[in-house]
Every structure is written in structure tokens, then in C-alpha cells.
């Protein structure tokens, strides 16, 4: 089930939708394959790479649009059986997707980045990307550190997300902190309107859970 709650520290009337992530037939997936099932003893839905798949590992909620306001979700990723040396079970959601999914919006972490012995690592742990022009080694590679940070996380353990959005910046929360760990002032795509996707990354099995999105009214 969705938790729906008003966020009271947006400038507007937030109005929840509630979709359930156990009923896949409401996902649009990309190059994955989804699954409702149980981690950690919690319903939720499971995120896979398709083999020989690139790209895209997402799946659309169907019917969704959004422009501003909040999205929460809790999530658990991992790297999955056989994953490369470089997978760090990446997991987030995507937000003002276009109809193609060529296009959109992207928080996510990196959970075995959180309490790696490695201090580079670490603060590595959450990223912001837009694609398709700005994926995050253009992003590393031009502007080192001011769309990374780090956070506190454990791979495979929940981990709440809390995305809030107002025109050209959004803000990134991990783990039901009072204060953002990641801002970003300048969204690449600008103040537009689109879908919002469950999203992994390569080597990634995720899991999805309570997903509550607001928008403004």
C-alpha cells in the first residue's frame, strides 16, 4: 500500500495518487524484468537487467505525469549473482520521463558506496544524472562533486528516498533525514513535465516499496 501525507514544506496543495507497486500491470518495464514479490518480509516489487540488454533499466507507472512536488520510496539494491567488480547495486527514481524514455530526470545511489573503507567512495554514494546528455561521467568529469555526495547506506537494507521538485532544482533526502544530502539548482532538462520510473542500473537487483508521489496542484 501507498502512504499518501502532505508535504508542508512545499510552496503548494499537494495532491497524492496511489498506485500499487505489487501490481506490476501497472509498470511499463524497459529492459528489465519485474516482479512482485517480498524482501525482507515486506511486499514490494523486484527490478532485473534482461540479459543483453543496454540502456534504460526502468519501469514507467502508467498514467502518471508530474512537474512539481514530492516523490518518497523506499528501495533495497544490490549487486545482482554475477555482477562486474564495478556494480554498486544503483537504484533511484527517474521523474519528468518523456513518452520515449529517451528523456528524463535521475536521483540515485550507490548502496555499496556507503560505508566503504575508501573516503572517494563514499562520497560517490548519491547522484543526480539527465539523460540523455548528462550521465554521470560527463557530470564527474566537468563539474567534479557538485552532483554527488554522500550518505549513509547499507546494500540490500530499505533505504527511503524523498525527491522534491519546483521548477529547475530539486533536492534529494536518503533515509528520512531532516535535510538534504544532494541539491541541484540546474535541471537539465529544464522546468518540464513528464512520467515518473522505477530505475536501476547495470548489475542492479532492486527492489521497490511504498511509493507515494504528490503534485502540485
Not at 532485473?48 to 520510496?73: C, M, W, Y
Not at 564495478?86 to 518523456?98: E, H, L, Q
Not at 563514499?122 to 552532483?147: M, V
Not at 521497490?208 to 502540485?216: G, Q
Request: aromatic share 10%.
Amino acid at each position: 500500500m501507498f502512504r499518501t501525507f502532505l508535504m508542508t514544506f512545499l510552496p503548494a496543495v499537494l495532491a497524492g495518487q496511489s498506485l500499487s507497486l505489487t501490481d506490476i500491470a501497472k509498470l511499463e518495464p524497459r529492459d528489465v524484468a519485474a516482479q512482485a514479490t517480498s524482501h525482507k518480509g515486506l511486499a514490494c516489487v523486484r527490478l532485473t537487467q534482461l540479459p543483453g540488454r543496454e540502456g534504460n533499466f526502468s519501469a514507467n507507472l502508467k498514467g502518471v505525469s508530474f512537474h512539481n512536488g514530492a516523490i518518497d520510496v523506499d528501495v533495497a539494491g544490490l549487486p545482482a549473482a554475477g555482477a562486474g567488480e564495478g556494480a554498486r547495486g544503483f537504484i533511484g527514481i527517474s521523474f519528468r520521463v518523456s513518452a520515449d524514455g529517451s528523456h528524463y530526470e535521475n536521483f540515485y545511489i550507490r548502496p555499496t558506496n556507503g560505508r566503504a573503507d575508501d573516503q572517494l567512495r563514499r562520497n560517490h554514494s548519491t547522484q543526480y544524472i539527465s539523460a540523455p546528455d548528462w550521465p554521470w561521467e560527463r557530470l564527474r568529469k566537468e563539474t567534479p562533486g557538485l552532483y554527488e555526495s554522500y550518505a549513509d547506506m547499507v546494500p540490500g537494507e530499505w533505504t527511503h528516498l524523498k525527491i522534491v521538485v519546483n521548477g529547475t532544482g530539486a533536492s534529494l533526502f536518503v533515509g528520512n533525514a531532516p535535510q538534504p544530502c544532494l541539491l541541484v539548482h540546474d535541471l537539465k532538462l529544464g522546468d518540464t513535465t513528464g512520467g515518473v520510473a522505477l530505475w536501476i542500473g547495470p548489475g542492479t537487483q532492486g527492489y521497490f516499496r511504498n511509493l507515494a508521489i504528490h503534485a502540485e496542484r
